[in-house]
């Protein structure tokens, strides 16, 4: 690389203030430092193995089967139940008490007494409880238009039609998947210091991966059993037609006070990508079979551009103006090539000039995709320990804090709060549903239960407090008197040493869009594809082509995220 | 039952908040309780114990009148809470070697994460003492001396707060917490306060995400 001579600057990391836009980090996309794609190139490069020790399901499709993975350490057992839900039953709300499958990662391998505990417990979801020998707690329904037209088809010794698979992508969508000790599951403090679970939500993507194979055996399984019942025999459902479901998932507001309640491991997330992106930025030379990588991967990447799809308006506007930014993409990679010095670092300062964000962000992640030996190892800054950032540092002074609240709330302090507009949203948590919502604090009387979910308005009222203190005065000071700016307090002092902890936008204002939120999320999980339903909620396929457990040794287990190239 | 240390944590910050702490104290009560019940010792209970004593009061009552000369709340009682959250606050007076002392503290052990926090900002352990009881704490690791009676007391006349501290026999924490039916209720009952209510008008307005996707 010293043999390119060149004088520029080395790129600086993005600016918060411009990656931490809302409407930024809601045109995220899917990376090498996803979390579906941490596990599954853990998983091969370790040789797991998987079996399946128990499968118990009758011909009405109610049973229990157990799905292991066995890593170089430690075993996982996907503990599943199938369950006969009357479709009146089938709701993907939070409030639901039936699924049609409800499913447990257990710490191990499970003994006929801890199945018998589970089966007592697991399909009562919030209703039941478990122990620290859970690591999480899911249910699944059925996409009731695909599943029976699988079956029938299987059982009728057809294979189902492509295209409705195409259309619908999953047979069984989760409706919440648990962790972290919820429902008296293991913290994860408990496992987190296992090499397998320091990414975050491994345990998570893990047990969703288990499921999507349980869910494909379940839909062979009912249809060899209607098969038998009519005396023929069922088709076994081709690896291709398989491999191209996943497993849905609804993801509504629950989720979307996530990333304002993890502050520091949210900086780690997007701060773990923006140094990927930095690096790449850095490199003075493309090297061919770079570039070759890239260029194959771009093209599959831009077909899985044509098969995404959504009704909502604010989507669709923007796959509109992506489909444009692939096309412009193309023609620049068709005029200059990548052979140029800094090649990437041209690439990205070019999109940033003529690309929508949706277009720059889906650039960004591609372009970490040849460079795997010089990022991945940023998958093991993902994690948080919130511990040492937690205390108030009281001795920081008044005079300090000032300035670090407009450097990192400037937008806020230049925003009217009187403005009714600016705060006519307020996040709470409902009696009825004991979830978070978003409700509107002119017209419900919901304020005095609003959450701490306002950190711009909150950093604002924070410096109109402390106008009057002298400035040489500890913070510790001013806390004693005001405990109601503790909150506020610590969360500038976290995004004063986690750079990107927080979103530089106004999360109450009538034009929050919470998907924006819940993509940003989702495509650090990996998801692509995203489908926003409304404002309020996303639908999204996790693991669509995705290798299962036992095509794993033998498929990619990186790069199944884009759509294979069709011959000729 | 045994709980998750993340739900005792989840529940402890609704039940704080509920029982008219700000957001920021809360946070605080959470984790703390957290940690106590992460050592063992009854997190829950002291907290629905605190939470029940000063239900609702104004915190000013029960906070340090100054943080000069030994620490006196108000209202002649004083919350281990806010306290504790000062000390915190104060732990570089510790480490130029100022002993914090404080009157009068109700539910004193709840003060000891505070110490926790404080120890692992200055890089070296943090005694917590009062009569029959003294803590040792680097943050990770808690030593307690003293009978359990004086331990959990739930008043002290006199805390003094001091680092570096000696830590004799430190106790890794374990990850498990039992927890006290009746204490976890209450706190349920603090926390229910959070909740709002669900109006007719609050379904009419969509607060919800309204996931229905029987496709």
Request: contains cysteine.
């Amino acid at each position: 690389m010293s043999d390119v001579q060149d004088t520029r600057e080395l790129p600086a990391l993005r600016d918060p203030s411009i990656v931490m836009r809302l409407s930024r980090l809601g045109c995220f996309h899917q990376s090498r430092l996803s979390f579906m794609r941490i596990l599954t190139r853990r998983m091969k490069r370790e040789n797991w193995r998987f079996d399946r020790p128990v499968i118990d399901i009758d011909a009405a499709g109610i049973g229990h089967a157990v799905y292991s993975a066995h890593g170089p350490d430690h075993s996982y057992s996907l503990v599943a139940f199938a369950h006969d839900l009357p479709a009146e039953q089938r709701s993907d709300r939070v409030i639901a008490e039936a699924w049609d499958c409800t499913f447990t990662l257990f710490d191990g391998i499970p003994t006929a007494e801890d199945i018998t505990r589970l089966a007592q417990n697991v399909p009562l979801q919030e209703a039941g409880r478990v122990t620290g020998a859970e690591l999480s707690v899911s249910r699944a329904n059925r996409s009731v238009r695909l599943w029976e037209h699988m079956v029938s088809s299987l059982a009728a010794g057809q294979q189902p039609d492509a295209d409705q698979i195409e259309a619908v992508g999953y047979l069984m969508r989760t409706t919440a998947v648990y962790g972290s000790g919820k429902l008296g599951a293991a913290d994860r403090e408990m496992i987190a210091e296992r090499a397998e679970f320091t990414a975050p939500f491994q345990v998570e993507m893990l047990s969703v991966y288990l499921t999507r194979a349980f869910v494909r055996d379940l839909v062979q399984h009912m249809a060899n059993a209607r098969a038998d019942g009519a005396g023929k025999t069922a088709a076994q459902l081709g690896p291709a037609l398989a491999r191209s479901l996943g497993i849905g998932n609804s993801t509504g507001l629950g989720m979307a006070p996530f990333l304002l309640n993890h502050p520091v491991l949210f900086s780690n997330w997007v701060s773990a990508r923006e140094q990927a992106l930095q690096r790449v930025r850095s490199l003075a030379v493309a090297r061919p079979a770079e570039i070759a990588c890239f260029q194959d991967l771009f093209a599959r990447n831009r077909l899985s551009v044509v098969n995404w799809r959504s009704e909502h308006g604010a989507q669709r506007e923007k796959l509109t103006a992506l489909t444009g930014d692939v096309a412009l993409i193309a023609k620049r990679l068709a005029d200059r090539g990548l052979a140029q010095p800094y090649p990437w670092d041209g690439l990205y300062r070019w999109s940033t000039k003529v690309l929508s964000v949706e277009g720059q962000e889906w650039l960004v992640s591609l372009m970490l995709e040849p460079y795997g030996d010089l990022v991945d190892d940023l998958a093991g800054e993902l994690s948080a320990d919130n511990t040492a950032t937690f205390r108030i540092a009281g001795a920081m002074t008044v005079a300090r804090l000032r300035e670090v609240l407009q450097q990192i709330y400037g937008w806020a302090l230049d925003t009217d709060w009187k403005l009714p507009a600016n705060t006519a949203r307020a996040w709470y948590v409902s009696e009825e549903k004991l979830e978070p919502r978003l409700g509107q604090r002119f017209e419900e009387p919901i304020e005095q239960y609003e959450q701490p979910l306002a950190p711009g308005r909150d950093a604002s009222q924070l410096f109109a407090a402390l106008a009057h203190w002298p400035g040489e005065t500890p913070i510790a000071e001013f806390l004693l008197r005001h405990p109601e700016h503790r909150h506020s307090v610590r969360r500038a002092q976290i995004a004063n040493r986690a750079p990107y902890a927080e979103i530089r936008d106004n999360t109450i204002s009538d034009t929050v869009l919470p998907i924006d939120m819940l993509r940003c999320k989702l495509a650090f999980f990996g998801a692509m594809h995203f489908d926003p339903r409304s404002d309020r909620w996303v639908r999204i396929c996790m693991y669509g082509n995705a290798p299962y457990p036992e095509e794993l040794s033998a498929r990619d287990g990186d790069f199944w995220v884009y759509p294979e190239q069709q011959e000729g | 039952m045994s709980h998750s240390l993340n739900e005792i944590e989840a529940m402890s910050k609704r039940a704080a908040r509920g029982a008219g702490l700000a957001w920021g104290l809360a946070e605080e009560a959470a984790k703390g309780t957290r940690w106590l019940s992460a050592f063992s010792f009854p997190g829950v209970e002291l907290l629905a114990g605190l939470l029940t004593l000063n239900d609702r009061l104004p915190a000013v009552d029960f906070s340090p009148a100054t943080l000069e000369g030994c620490w006196k709340a108000p209202a002649g009682r004083m919350s281990s809470l806010i306290a504790g959250a000062a000390m915190s606050d104060c732990a570089m007076r510790m480490a130029a070697g100022q002993e914090i002392e404080m009157e009068n503290l109700c539910f004193p052990l709840l003060a000891v994460p505070f110490a926790g926090g404080a120890a692992l900002r200055l890089g070296q352990p943090v005694s917590v003492s009062w009569q029959g009881a003294q803590f040792a704490t680097d943050g990770q690791r808690l030593c307690a001396q003293g009978d359990r009676k004086a331990l959990l007391s739930d008043r002290a006349r006199r805390v003094i707060c001091a680092a570096p501290a000696e830590m004799q026999g430190p106790v890794a924490p374990v990850q498990r917490a039992e927890v006290s039916v009746q204490a976890w209720a209450q706190l349920a009952e603090f926390a229910r306060r959070t909740y709002a209510p669900a109006t007719e008008s609050s379904r009419l307005l969509g607060a919800g995400a309204d996931l229905d996707d029987n496709e």
